[in-house]
Each structure stands twice: as C-alpha cells, then as structure tokens.
C-alpha cells in the first residue's frame, strides 16, 4: 500500500511561533486531507486539498497540495497553546479509504 | 446531532481473550470506516462498509478480525483471539452520501492485549 512519510516526528515551539510539517508520499494521491487530534478524541479534518498546486487557508491555518501531487504541507502561523495536539496528513487515491502518515506531535510553550 | 460514538473507551484484555468493540456512526450516514492506530505508527485502514455491506476489506490484519454492520445502522468489530500486536487505537469514522465527503471520526477504542 501507499507509504506515506511526515515530518518532523515532534515539534517544541514556544507560543506565537509558526510551525510547518510536511508529507511525502510514494505515490500520487487525487486528495490531502490534514486532520488534527485532540487527546482521547479522534482526529478532525483541518483542511481538504483536491487539486495539484492548491493552496487553501482556514484561519491561521495554509495547507498545500504538491504539484507532483506525491507531497503537502501544512503550516501554522502564530501558534497558540490550543494548538497543541497531533497533527495527521493522509491521502486518498482512487479508493474510498484513506492512508495516514504517522503523525506530527506539537507542543507549544507558552 | 451526536457525533460518532465507539465503545469501550478503553479494553484490557489478555492474550487469547476475545474482544468486540462498537461503533455508532453519525444517524444517516451510509458509509463507516473502521481504522488502527498502533503506537507511534500511521493510523491505517481496516475496512468500509456502504450501508451494512463490505465495500473494501483489504485492510484487515487476518482472520482472527471479523466486522459486521447488521441493518446498516452500528457496526462491531470483533478480534477473536486477541494477540500482543493487536494493541492499539481503533477508530471508526463515517460519512453522508458519497464516500468522498468528509469522515467524521469517533474517539477510539484504546485495546491493550496482556
């Protein structure tokens, strides 16, 4: 199956930095999705890519989709400590199933 | 509107023990996805129903995992007999109409095999 790899593993960032993680992947995906997950909840969808060279922004929140379509981005500006949490990209190929990369875990000092 | 709700929150159970774990997904969702997070690692891919048949399966680890989804409506996973390396996480997910819409994940159920 398709292998997806995200970085950094782990994040410390002290309060009012920006964060940027990334994924890559070993093959093209028509959709990247990152989701967030808050402990003991599940993960919740962030953004949603759908196009080669995307670019879309929610809040301080902007994700990009890669215009090889094997790699986004997702970039937090001013961090808050409520952003905290992990951090999930995942892809979705022709298939209705999604493939996860194995999480970015943010800290944030305030 | 209640969100997608898995219980147990959490399972301890010993090796060889049998363990079923629920999911509710969203009232009017067709479409449930059931997921595994073992520590540290990706969270992958088990299986999707569309209402209460098997649309893909290609995810389950091997036979010891059965799913089910009578009357479309909630769905159990069931891991008979349990093994060290089923520990994990295990979320379920649903969506509305196509599978492509967003998937709204439940909690999870944290299994930890003894």
């Known amino acids: 199956g398709q292998q997806l790899n995200q970085s950094p593993q782990s994040m410390f960032i002290q309060e009012g930095e920006d964060v940027s993680m990334n994924c890559t992947s070993s093959?093209?995906?028509?959709?990247w999705l990152w989701y967030k997950q808050d402990p003991g909840e599940g993960p919740v969808l962030l953004i949603a890519?759908?196009?080669?060279?995307e670019l879309t922004s929610n809040g301080r929140l902007t994700a990009q989709f890669g215009i090889t379509r094997k790699d986004s981005f997702l970039n937090i500006s001013a961090s808050i400590p409520s952003d905290v949490g992990i951090y999930f990209c995942?892809?979705?190929?022709?298939?209705?199933?999604?493939?996860f990369g194995t999480g970015t875990r943010l800290t944030v000092i305030p | 509107e209640a969100g997608v709700t898995q219980f147990p929150s959490h399972s301890v159970i010993e090796k060889g023990q049998t363990v079923t774990l629920r999911c509710d997904p969203i009232?009017?969702?067709?479409?449930l996805y059931w997921y595994r997070r073992v520590m540290g690692k990706e969270i992958k891919f088990l299986l999707h129903?569309?209402?209460?048949?098997?649309?893909?399966e290609s995810g389950m680890p091997n036979n010891r995992f059965l799913a089910e989804r009578t009357g479309g409506t909630y769905s159990t996973l069931k891991v008979q007999p349990a093994e060290l390396e089923d520990s994990g996480v295990y979320f379920c997910?649903?969506?509305?109409?196509?599978?492509?819409?967003?998937?709204?994940f439940g909690p999870g159920t944290r299994l930890t095999v003894l």
């Open positions: 997910a649903s969506t509305w109409g196509s599978s492509y819409n967003e998937q709204f």
């Open positions: 093959s093209i995906f028509n959709t």
């Open positions: 890519l759908y196009k080669a060279g």
């Open positions: 995942a892809g979705r190929a022709w298939a209705n199933n999604l493939f």
């Open positions: 009232s009017g969702h067709d479409n």
């Open positions: 129903f569309v209402k209460e048949s098997k649309q893909d």
